[in-house]
């Protein structure tokens, strides 16, 4: 596609000028400071992105309020520098960037002020005990605790009902906060306000949330009146900058529920999307309604929803007005982006996910070289939003680190031999590749990827193979050698100046009485297709193989048990993910046995004799055949002999074996200091 391409043409939203139509859409990052100030992670990810050549970049979830959460903040004038110091890092690459203001859907004042009172209380119960004063110590210290779990109580209330509860006054308080926010960002250089429409003002236009009796509930016209009140506060405040709008839409199921809260179905979304733009809002990004309590259903992770999911109502809004209009939602590919724009469908493609993934997309569009493409696991990214850490993608090692960790050009030329083509040592040789090594791969089956082909087969998870294709294209497009069918020889590895070890790992059974029965099958041996199933399977280990097989087998119409040691079975499995799975489970009656010990196997293969750990008593479990889902162990090498540096990595690189993160950041570990 080269310079030719759609998705690096030029566009014009409001008084700005995006120098291509690739936007980082907002996302919680996790890098801010615990202040919310823009520090050096924070300020070094987005500063990355771009580098990649992203024309337009949007800084999730900043609070124009002193709140709890950790997201970036923007309520005090002194915060101005550090937001400032972010726009000029952008403006260096002809990089706009937008911050997207929002309000918690919860009293704020009241929050922080019952948070506040919980660590003045547990101060003095700390100066009390330093006194000598055990009984104040321990009255205070009840005292903190019943006023902490007071402010997350309210929270959890006023995150359902202070949509309908908070009083006018508190609106206008809060319009003002975002006005005065938006105010500072103007005068710190940046380029654009996102107005969060999900989160409070999406609360206010919802028939499913909004029980409003005032000026502010009830009809259409009352229930996005706030919203526009907003964007006029904006436009006072910040007569300069650009402003978008997210406008969430709520979907609908398969099974006709509904798919989100917090925004407006679909006939209102194009008619609210019409005021947007007479109200002067420059830009328009269309994107699922959230509120739901999985995050999966406004980041669907792969398999469970259609790609470009969003695009047929972003379409609709893009004939209902003339301004520019963002799509977003599992636009996976830059094949994905040109069509849409071709047929002229939306404006401007928000690649979140794949902006993780590979933050160079557009400078790799340009220059014709392969983009490593987002998986839509959800398990780096997602998840970690969900349990408060680091956002990350499984398979870019520099995620967060962007200062610390990247590819070092290499001092020196080297040979360097890698020992099998698992995800593991496909990244070495990436790596080692680009540093300007000499590289030849050695695996002695007969296609790279190793166990990325058995976690392609269960139901939904085929877009894994996509980090497969990638490394086939991107080794190729580095000269990188790859001799399958072939055993590395220890003659070829001293010929070499360094061995990388990637031979990965292999699945292992209980030792336990019964476990050698010919009625046993290996769970990588049913994935890989070689051993057929029928009839009640019997699955021991409830761990993330042994889910994805149960699922499978289900698909070949058997029935399932699932045997587990630990309290619940999926564990390390997305939380985005999990329903889906929960749902298929129950749909076929899979049973599960938690806290379930097996002892022994008897009927040649067809009993199980367990114990449950958590009521101890026995269990009989019969069924038409048992598959091992236990684990594995890494595989070793014999290299004695070996003259030149040997390193290992992924799954051999320990003694527990490694997830795909894991493999990937060994391997470019590793490839990067040698």
């Not at 009083?167 to 319009?175: D, G, P, Y």
């Amino acid at each position: 596609m080269g310079k030719e391409s759609l998705l690096l043409q030029p566009l014009k939203a409001g008084n700005l000028t995006l120098k291509n139509r690739i936007m980082f859409p907002p996302l919680t990052t996790g890098y801010e400071e615990r202040d919310g100030s823009i520090g050096e992670r924070s300020l070094h990810f987005y500063e990355r992105l771009a580098k990649g050549g992203a024309a337009y970049v949007v800084i999730g979830d900043v609070a124009p309020v002193r709140t709890a959460s950790p997201t970036p903040k923007l309520f005090d004038d002194q915060q101005i520098p550090v937001f400032k110091k972010l726009a000029d890092a952008m403006h260096a690459y002809d990089c706009k960037v937008a911050l997207q203001i929002f309000h918690p859907e919860y009293d704020v004042p009241s929050v922080g002020r019952l948070i506040m009172a919980s660590r003045n209380a547990a101060m003095e119960a700390e100066k009390a005990k330093a006194q000598g004063d055990m009984e104040t110590f321990g009255a205070k210290m009840q005292e903190a605790g019943r006023l902490g779990k007071e402010s997350y109580a309210k929270i959890h209330y006023d995150m359902q009902h202070f949509v309908s509860e908070a009083s006018v006054e508190q609106l206008e308080e809060i319009k003002k906060s975002i006005a005065d926010a938006s105010r500072r960002a103007m005068e710190a250089g940046i380029d654009a306000i996102e107005i969060h429409g999900d989160r409070l003002l999406g609360s206010l236009c919802s028939t499913l949330l909004n029980h409003r009796v005032d000026n502010y509930g009830g009809t259409f016209e009352n229930r996005i009146r706030y919203a526009l009140e907003v964007v006029s506060a904006i436009k006072e405040a910040a007569p300069t900058l650009m402003i978008e709008y997210k406008l969430p839409i709520i979907t609908i199921n398969e099974d006709g529920s509904s798919r989100g809260k917090g925004g407006l179905y679909e006939a209102e979304g194009v008619e609210f999307a019409k005021k947007l733009e007479e109200a002067g809002v420059d830009m328009i990004q269309v994107a699922q309604a959230n509120h739901t309590g999985n995050m999966g259903d406004t980041i669907p992770p792969m398999g469970t929803v259609p790609y470009n999911w969003t695009l047929p109502i972003a379409k609709k809004v893009k004939e209902a007005v003339s301004i520019p209009v963002a799509t977003v939602g599992r636009v996976l590919t830059v094949e994905n982006g040109e069509e849409i724009l071709a047929n002229g469908d939306a404006d401007v493609i928000a690649y979140g996910r794949s902006l993780l993934c590979d933050p160079d997309i557009a400078l790799k569009i340009e220059k014709d070289e392969p983009i490593r493409e987002c998986l839509n696991c959800n398990k780096g990214c997602v998840d970690a939003i969900q349990s408060r850490r680091y956002i990350s993608c499984v398979l870019n090692a520099e995620n967060g680190d962007e200062t610390t960790i990247y590819i070092k050009p290499a001092e020196e030329k080297k040979h360097v031999v890698i020992v099998g083509a698992g995800i593991a040592g496909l990244e070495a040789a990436r790596v080692a590749a680009i540093r300007g090594y000499k590289v030849d791969i050695y695996e002695k089956e007969e296609r790279v990827g190793g166990q990325i082909h058995l976690a392609a087969v269960p139901p939904r998870k085929d877009e894994i193979l996509r980090s497969v294709e990638y490394y086939e294209k991107i080794l190729a497009d580095k000269g990188v050698t790859i001799h399958l069918n072939t055993e590395c020889t220890k003659d070829i590895m001293n010929a070499a100046d360094v061995v990388i070890v990637a031979v990965g790992s292999h699945d292992v059974t209980l030792p336990i009485k019964g476990a050698d029965s010919e009625n046993i099958l290996s769970s990588w041996d049913v994935l890989a297709g070689k051993a057929e199933v029928n009839g009640h399977c019997a699955i021991i280990g409830g761990g993330l193989v042994g889910t994805e097989t149960a699922e499978y087998v289900l698909e070949k119409g058997c029935n399932v048990s699932i045997i587990e040691m630990t309290d619940k079975i999926a564990n390390g499995e997305s939380s985005t993910i999990l329903p889906s799975i929960m749902a298929n489970f129950a749909k076929h009656d899979v049973k599960q046995y938690v806290n379930t010990k097996v002892n022994s196997i008897e009927n040649d293969g067809k009993t199980i004799l367990a114990t449950d750990t958590k009521e101890e008593k026995d269990i009989t479990i019969d069924c038409d055949m048992i598959i091992m889902a236990v684990g594995s162990k890494k595989n070793t090498i014999d290299v004695e002999g070996v003259s030149v540096p040997v390193y290992y990595i992924g799954d051999c690189a320990g003694e527990r074996t490694a997830n795909i993160a894991e493999a990937i950041r060994t391997g470019y570990k590793v490839a990067n200091e040698i």
